[in-house]
């Protein structure tokens, strides 16, 4: 045995301990982030819910409009003593419009309720990281659980 070979022993295990640390990495790199998953569930619901909201003041405020402007012709067709007729074609659109809106209410509501066990995990997640360290596994999951059914009431009302 010479005197070089520990120092060579010693350099093949620090290339060998290099290039599992690298293969580590780059197995890394191919698995998706969990973190970046809950990041993306959150900022999609948050999304949903910005929209249904968005939609159902849309609505309210067509709704309004329709039923003055419906009040305004029945006034002056009142007054010029005119028989009445079909809808006006602006209220007709508005009509449409609504529907439209109902449905996409509709299927935002329907992938929040898609996403409810994730949003859960999610907001668990949060939860641990925040206030819940002290907390049980169970209490995280009920207070996460009331808060994604608060958020779900919320928009279904």
């Known amino acids: 045995m010479s005197i070089f070979e520990p120092e ?6 620090s290339r060998e301990a290099a290039e599992m640390a690298a293969e580590q990495r780059e197995s890394k790199e191919g698995e998706p982030d969990e973190e970046l998953k809950a990041a993306a569930a959150m900022e999609r619901a948050d999304y949903l819910v910005r929209e249904v909201k968005s939609s159902q003041t849309q609505m309210q405020n067509i709704i309004l409009h329709m ?3 419906l009040a305004a012709i029945r006034a002056l067709r009142d007054e010029l003593q005119l028989s009445p007729e079909d809808d ?16 996409r209410i509709a299927a ?10 994730e949003l859960i995990r999610e907001q668990a997640e949060v ?5 819940g360290q002290t907390m ?16 779900l009431a919320e928009i279904q009302s």
Request: proline letters at 2%; hydrophobic letters at 35%; aromatic letters at 2%.
């Open 108 to 117: 935002y509501t329907d992938e929040l309720l898609k996403m409810k066990g």
């Open 127 to 131: 939860l641990r990281a925040g206030e």
């Open 67 to 69: 039923q003055q402007v």
């Open 8 to 13: 060579r022993e010693a350099g093949q295990r």
């Open 136 to 151: 049980s596994g169970q209490m995280l999951k009920q207070k996460a659980e009331a808060m994604v059914e608060e958020l």
């Open 88 to 103: 006006p074609a602006s209220v007709s659109q508005d009509r449409a419009r609504v529907e439209a809106l109902k449905k």
